[in-house]
């Protein structure tokens, strides 16, 4: 099993003259050696505001997150020394970057995800003054890892998605990723459940990924659905996470989205893998447990705010999908915050 040697980058930064660059380059060079489960390198504040942040989420899987803004402008790279595969979404401003050996450029703009390889070779990027560049990025160690999960047919599958050239397209996110990200950005937890719960979140968004771009090149894969059908699934779920707290009725839905009932009802069950309604219970209990980590509601301020009618109901609901109470969860929150 392969692992990502973090003393096997290299990051280096225009103008390393300056002694603020200097210290940023010490900065993320420490953060990607540094073999701890979670380390945060912050840009100094003469450079701009913001930070780089690593996250071990097993031994071959790296996740970092990235929400930097610089006063003047930055050109920064770093140089790999084993091959990595790296997939990246633009949570914000559009970037772009060089890599040594090609003649084009590789770059995101806001909403996209992409995967692309990094094969020992060193990519520099140009971080524009005054913008706003966030990221979520995964970096998996190519050989090996990759190589025996072909029962899965990760390979294979990754090969299906390479243009003539063996590229890998950009995408647009659709609801599914970016609720994936959103977890990952705004996860409540710290310590042993949060390396736990990070590890699955970023499996969920390669899997998800690989399947979203598949779709994207071979059309439906939903049985019986159109892409006009697809489209309309996945704007009812837009639909949905905007409006759980107070939803339209199936028929509103099915009319919004220009869709029977009945193809409504059993295409989101296919596509999303639940019912249209307990899709909404799902997005009201992770509203009311985003309300309570964060201290901004009370028990039954959360319940009522999420959509639900009845606290009891909402305890209920709450304990089988969290396995404790909301009363237990909300008390725990200060000592979690504390970790």
Not at 135 to 142: D, F, L, Q, T
Not at 156 to 170: E, K, P, V
Request: aromatic share 8%; glycine share 8%.
């Amino acid at each position: 099993m392969s692992t990502i040697n973090p003393s096997e980058r290299d990051c280096f930064i225009e103008n390393e003259s300056s002694g603020d660059n200097r210290e940023m380059r010490q900065r993320l060079t420490t953060l990607y050696r540094q073999s701890a489960f979670e380390q945060t390198a912050h840009i100094p504040s003469q450079l701009g505001e913001g930070y780089w942040r690593r996250i071990r989420t097993g031994p071959a899987i790296d996740l970092i997150q990235c929400d930097v803004r610089f006063h003047e402008a930055v050109v920064m790279g770093s140089r790999e020394a084993e091959e990595i595969v790296s997939l990246g979404c633009c949570l914000d401003e559009g970037i772009r970057w060089s890599v040594e050996g090609r003649a084009d450029e590789i770059g995101l703009d806001r909403g996209e995800i992409s995967a692309f390889g990094d094969l020992r070779t060193a990519s520099v990027c140009r971080y524009e003054e005054g913008k706003r560049f966030r990221g979520v990025s995964v970096n998996i160690a190519r050989p090996d890892s990759l190589e025996r999960l072909d029962s899965l047919s990760l390979g294979r599958l990754t090969s299906a998605l390479r243009d003539r050239n063996g590229h890998l397209d950009n995408i647009r996110m659709t609801p599914a990723l970016e609720r994936i990200v959103k977890d990952i950005v705004e996860c409540p937890y710290e310590g042993d459940v949060k390396q736990l719960y990070l590890s699955g979140k970023t499996l969920e968004l390669i899997a998800v990924y690989i399947g979203e771009a598949i779709q994207e090149r071979a059309g439906p894969i939903v049985p019986g659905m159109s892409r006009t059908d697809l489209d309309g699934l996945h704007r009812a779920k837009e639909i949905l996470d905007r409006s759980s707290a107070a939803p339209p009725t199936l028929a509103e839905l099915a009319r919004m989205v220009c869709l029977n009932e009945y193809k409504l009802k059993k295409g989101f069950k296919l596509l999303f893998g639940m019912p249209v309604h307990a899709y909404v219970i799902e997005r009201r209990l992770e509203e009311a447990c985003r309300l309570l980590e964060a201290g901004a509601a009370t028990i039954t301020e959360a319940s009522y705010v999420a959509g639900f009618g009845k606290p009891g109901r909402f305890a209920e609901f709450f304990r089988r999908k969290y396995g404790t109470s909301p009363s237990d969860f909300y008390r725990g929150r200060a000592a979690r915050g504390e970790q």
